[in-house]
């Protein structure tokens, strides 16, 4: 008897919606589909059938007519692309949601075959309630030919010769002037480029646009006019509509072309975990030694600051003062100072013309003043010095907890006050080994995950045994049989592993950029350095 329920049919897909959703919704789709925002929402309900698509910066809707029933989907670009196969000329494919024993499945199926995607649990943005709320706003109504709107904003997008291509764009904006219509963007050191075309409406504003969105939205409507939605505030929601299809344009954030230069610029030097920030909003720039950090500061201009706090709990004495003082007199970009208790080494650059050379010598001037600074002035003038990058870890480490899946369905905490008192022996010793957050950089959830594949499948192609672990301040809790590990700062999924040497596990730890593995024993546990000889034993159940 089998344990399949069977399938749930969610639409019957005919050729003429199926082009309206690839073509016309096909430029909103997100690049990444680990994101939900890489797939097309499907949304039945109230007796219409939509579909979305959305970003952080824009959201498309098509209404694509009267439906039966209820239903939620994130419908993969890759399915829909199977429409043309599995229809087999017959004009028409059915989409269903496959229940099987083990997971859950879209299927889109017809007279050719038929296509299947898993259906992961991903959380989407409600869609429909932005767009409600947005029709809400009070707008002022114009009617502009779609042709001529997208011919001007392709023309106001091409990038005049001899501007850097590495520039950040400009913003463009869309001026209205009673029954006319404008499309603005000024260049450096040109000055304005202006289209201007007719429009029928009366209004009398200024709206910030990204004209790079702009231009592609457009193209998904079709010939005739299009009415434009401008928001009485000129940095709420621009909307389009035109039949079936409206797009929404997101509030531009007028600081975004320079944090996105700092982000480009900090991947550059320091590599693409260093986008990821800290409970205060800050990069953390350093893996060693003194802690550096970057700070994005918004205003006019701009700024990226570089610091490294060096001292901490100090008084403010005429002293202290006069030693940071003399230690910031010269032209030293990296500056000494005290706030709040606290001595900081820092510098700033202009967020908007900074470039990665002048990045890299600003971090190294700051490590160099920093290097040591702390214990000096703390022998002098008192206060406490920060501890390195890595000895924070390692107080991480020693402080964890671990469970494993040491059966089918039953965790066990096997290191921390709550262990259990004898260890189940697989073969002893075990290790326990994870490919989250490299050097304790925090990642997306699916990158931990991918890499904690990737790790698996390295050691059981060495001839490991693997159970699931967690590992962190997991406060005694033994997950249940259906329950992952959860992705945090506290608590990593990882591998409880036995039957090989532990040079297999050193060295995949170091493939994977781990700064330690631990290794279980009956009474002990060691928290091993992977490119280090630091190690530091622990009584297992202390």
Request: charged share 25%; net charge negative; glycine share 10%.
């Amino acid at each position: 008897m089998s344990d399949r329920v069977e399938d749930q049919v969610l639409v019957e897909l005919d050729e003429d919606e199926w082009l309206d959703i690839t073509q016309r919704l096909r430029p909103a789709i997100g690049g990444d589909e680990h994101d939900p925002l890489g797939k097309v929402a499907l949304l039945i309900g109230e007796g219409r059938r939509r579909w979305m698509t959305f970003d952080e910066r824009h959201l498309m809707v098509l209404d694509a007519g009267e439906a039966q029933g209820d239903c939620f989907e994130l419908v993969s670009p890759r399915l829909l692309d199977a429409w043309r196969g599995v229809s087999a000329g017959s004009g028409s494919a059915v989409l269903s949601r496959r229940f099987g024993p083990e997971k859950v499945q879209l299927v889109l199926s017809g007279p050719g075959g038929s296509a299947a995607v898993d259906v992961p649990y991903q959380e989407y943005p409600a869609v429909l309630e932005i767009a409600d709320r947005q029709r809400s706003n009070e707008v002022a109504s114009v009617q502009v030919d779609s042709d001529s709107l997208l011919a001007a904003a392709n023309l106001t997008h091409r990038r005049p010769r001899g501007i850097d291509d590495e520039a950040p764009n400009p913003y463009t904006w869309l001026e209205f002037d009673g029954s006319t219509m404008a499309v603005v963007r000024w260049w450096d050191g040109l000055g304005e480029t202006r289209f201007e075309l007719p429009a029928e409406g009366e209004a009398d504003c200024k709206v910030p646009v990204a004209l790079e969105d702009l231009g592609p939205m457009i193209a998904s409507f079709g010939e005739g006019p299009v009415e434009v939605g401008i928001p009485r505030d000129a940095f709420s929601t621009l909307r389009i509509e035109q039949g079936d299809l409206a797009a929404f344009f997101m509030p531009l954030d007028p600081e975004k072309p320079g944090r996105d230069r700092v982000i480009d610029v900090l991947v550059e030097v320091f590599g693409d975990d260093v986008v990821h920030t800290d409970e205060h909003g800050d990069f953390q720039l350093g893996l060693f030694g003194v802690p550096v950090y970057a700070r994005y500061t918004s205003g006019s201009p701009s700024f990226l600051t570089i610091f490294a706090n060096v001292l901490y709990d100090v008084a403010e004495t005429p002293e202290l003062l006069a030693e940071l003082n003399k230690l910031n007199g010269n032209a030293r970009p990296a500056k000494v100072v005290l706030a709040d208790g606290v001595v900081t080494v820092c510098g700033s650059l202009v967020a908007a013309t900074i470039d990665a050379p002048e990045v890299a010598a600003l971090v190294g001037e700051v490590r160099d003043v920093a290097d040591g600074l702390g214990p000096t002035l703390a022998a002098y003038f008192g206060g406490s010095t920060g501890r390195s990058v890595e000895d924070e870890r390692w107080e991480g480490y020693l402080a964890a907890e671990i469970a494993a899946e040491v059966a089918p369905g039953r965790w066990e905490v096997l290191h921390g006050p709550d262990s259990v008192e004898d260890l189940p022996i697989f073969d002893e010793p075990m290790y326990v080994i994870t490919a989250f957050n490299p050097h304790g950089r925090v990642r997306e959830h699916w990158q931990n995950e991918q890499e904690n594949a990737r790790l698996a499948g390295q050691l059981l192609a060495a001839g490991a045994a693997l159970a699931r672990a967690v590992g962190g301040a997991i406060g005694g809790h033994v997950p249940g049989a259906a329950e992952a590990p959860s992705d945090t700062t506290v608590a990593e999924a990882s591998f409880l592993v036995w039957g090989v040497d532990e040079e297999v596990v050193a060295q995949a730890a170091r493939d994977f950029g781990q700064e330690a593995y631990f290794v279980l024993e009956d009474e002990e546990v060691s928290v091993v350095g992977a490119f280090s000889e630091r190690t530091e034993t622990i009584l297992r159940r202390g």
